[in-house]
């Protein structure tokens, strides 16, 4: 046994244990309500809890609570002192209790100390909590699991000077003075919940006012409080509230339950919203944008994420999970309601071809590491860890593939019948299919294997055109590769989307008149064939990206480019786009490792012209088909992993298209650099994020021309996205303007995080072999918080993620930077930490130099002798490899 090998051993002895789906048993307890009395300050905040408890088993058993760094003061039942208690690792067990009773528990706990920024804490100088997963035990001692609903009340009493503001959730029911300049409000929340979805605030903040009238002719009051002197970003997300109200009752038939809807946007957050029930709490990159402050990118993103909030006011709130391995339930389904929301709101196409980025680029890495997990993960270790591109984006793309199995019609019923059975209630994602096959009356029981089962499966696909006949028979072998915590794999239920082509690039009537087709592959290999088809056509697979599969068929040159032509479903246009690239790279890379020589051959470069200049494609669509396959999602068309090879071949390419069509990307920026008034509108923002992309091409092969339209493009522009493009195409292309302009920005930004934060992130994707020296020395930048998760990630996370050759050196220098962050980070906010190790546990498919010297980083890591769970976690898994 090696040295390290030991060292997990010993390791794994004084650490938790996973915890298994298959262990889930109802709780002995129930309560039925909850009334909370908080006395606010900074280090000892008096948290007096006040339940109704039942006991359900039948067997009289101890009561459990959860309780985490709190520091218990007395406990009372039934009005009475009580004393019959131990306090455990993990909590208090109560002892000897009636079948029902009054349980008083108060407590004290230390809100300013707390920079894990998970239940009470403070955020700047507002008061404010985190409780979702398992934050609630850090306020008081609670059956703090999602299957235990309770009536809360709250009260909240702070200084009135301070904190004008006292925030729950819920409905305001009281408010008045106290003594020594204290006041307090009361809140009551009439909709039982888990204390997941508690939240508390109190701050002084701007304060921006609305109304929506709900389609049943409810007034509910929308709030959103910001930071003092930002109420000039709040029109946006006010906006997009609005919008996300009305979509859900159009499109889901659902609508608003409270009287207000209160979101309040806060600095330090470590991700990106909480969907609490009433008081939604924001990090403030997500809801706070103007012009000059946010990109295009930026307001979509707020839309998406105040969508996706609001959208969990029933699917999450109203209905909730059993347990937390459901999680999916929840936030699979809400993911993919906030991205319908965005493809009806935007372009659908330009929609599906950024999550579909994101499942390539990290979730396809994420379901082949060593934290494989199914969508509905079997075991966990810290809940906090599973909030993942799996459970999230795979997830959605789950539900998806349901909605395209059932159509929308049948699928609007099973969600209306899933409301219908399960309002008020904690369920499973069992349940939800369970409705969505019985309004649909569609077999779903292979389907559901899709919950069970990780990895990325493949789809390998033959096809044989019979003349003679007039037939086309296509062949589908599907195969998912064993993964991390499954070995043995099954045939999952697979939708393929298809159209075909014929020779003049028309597609064929495959159904009623319909061009396209979904095949149900649900065996190992199946075979589909076509009748009366007239001669050979190019088959046009996983329209839609119609399951989140890896998929393979011998594509020539001329049917991808075909398919970029031709194809109906614009999505498929950009995904053969995509795979001719890929071809290309991977060719590329192999020459480079046989000492062969590169290239890039003329009918590649004509494809892509035509794209280019194309006076009809949607202009967002033309940008995104060159925004080709990332050094990251790259690395997943490989089964042994070269950095440099990949990282010097991709940029031969991009230099080669570049030359290539150098005067038709200068003429593309010039025809879309025509200044007018700012609009975050679909057809602005999709010009703006052609001409950036064609800047960015400028600045590969004309370095006076492009420093000349950057520094142009700064004096004139009137809004962030154009200044944030010509900045990257600065700091992308190395242009002799970079230091100046970079600087200007610092200037005239440094007293704004959230700004500044753009400024990080381009710092750490940095080009350049000093990249690491320039991000030590920005640890100390006037503009920089070690402590705020926003810059962080910014700073470290951006170089980690995406400055995938720099990150990868083989010198080992960007394995130590980030292990050397996260050893000061585990102590203080272990969450965040253990988000930002993911780039350096994915190594399976680097060279052996490199493996060896991320085990040692890990090791250096796990030799720490107070190592939290959530790297502890992922950092054994990624050693046991
Ligand atoms: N439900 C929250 C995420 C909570 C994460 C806890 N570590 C935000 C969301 O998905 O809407
Ligand atoms: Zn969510």
Sequence with gaps: MSNSDSLVEEVIERNPQEKHLSDYRPSDYTISTIDLEFDLFDHQTKVQAISQVQRVSKEVTPLFLFGEALNLVSILVDDVDYTDFELVKDGIV????PTSFKLEINTEIDPAKNHA????????????????????RRITYYLDRPDVLAKFSTKVIADKTLYPYLLSNGNQVDQGDLDAGRHFVSWVDPFPKPAYLFALVAGDFDLVEDNFITKSGRDVKLAIFVDKGNLDKTQHAMLSLKKSMQWDEERFNLEYDLDIYMIVAVDFFNMGAMENKGLNVFNSKFVLANQQSATDQDYLGVEAVIGHEYFHNWTGNRITCRDWFQLSLKEGLTVFRDQEFSSDLGSRSVNRIANVMTMRDHQFAEDAGPMSHPIRPESVMEMNNFYTLTVYEKGSEVIRMLHTLLG?????????????????????????????????????????????????PQVFVTDHYDSVNQTYQITF?????????????????????????????NSLELLEGKKNRVLSLTQKEQTFVFKHILSKPVPCLFRGFSAPVKYQYAYTDEQLLDIMSFASDEFSRWDAGQTLFNKYLVKNVKALQSGGALSLPEIFIDGFKSVLVSETLDPSLVADMFAFTS???????????????????????????????HELFVDTYLRHNQLKAYQPNIDDIAKRKLKNSALSFIAR????VADEYVLAQIASCN??????????????????????????????????????????????????????????????????DFNNPNRLRSLVGAFAQTNTYRF??????????????????????????????TPLIQFKNLDQVRIKLIKAELNRLLALPDLAVDLYEKVTKALAQ
């Design 719 to 784: 809004n962030m996205t154009d200044y944030l493009g010509a900045l990257n195409a600065a700091n992308s292309g190395l242009l002799p303007c970079r230091a100046a302009v970079m600087q200007a920005f610092d200037d005239k930004w440094f007293e704004n995080g959230l700004v500044m934060d753009k400024w990080f992130v381009l710092q750490a994707s940095m080009p350049s072999d000093n990249v690491l020296d320039n991000i030590d020395a920005l640890f100390n930048h006037r503009s920089f």
């Design 631 to 661: 050094e990251n999602g790259a690395r997943e068309l490989f089964e042994q992993v070269d950095i440099d090879a990949i990282h010097n071949a991709r940029d031969f390419m991009l230099k080669e298209i570049a030359t290539k069509l």
């Design 408 to 456: 929308e019609e049948k699928f609007q019923k099973g969600m209306q019948l899933y409301v219908q059975r399960h309002d008020g209630q904690a369920v499973t994602c069992d349940d939800f299919v369970a409705a969505m096959q019985d309004a649909s009356e569609i077999d779903l029981t292979l389907f559901k294997r899709w919950y069970s089962q990780s990895g990325t």
């Design 701 to 704: 092969v004309d370095k006076k």
């Design 117 to 136: 920024f998970e239940g009470l804490y403070k955020s700047g100088d507002a008061f404010c909590t985190q409780c979702e997963a398992e934050g609630f």
């Design 477 to 505: 072998k599907q195969k998912t590769l064993p993964t991390a915590d499954q070995k043995k794999k099954l045939p999952l239920h697979i939708p393929i989307d298809i159209e075909l082509l014929d020779s003049n690039g």
């Design 808 to 837: 990868h050196h083989v010198d080992g220098s960007g394995y130590a930077f980030l292990t050397d962050q996260l050893i000061k980070l585990n102590s203080q906010n272990p969450q965040v930490a253990s988000r930002l190790i």
């Design 94 to 97: 109560i002892n000897h209790l």
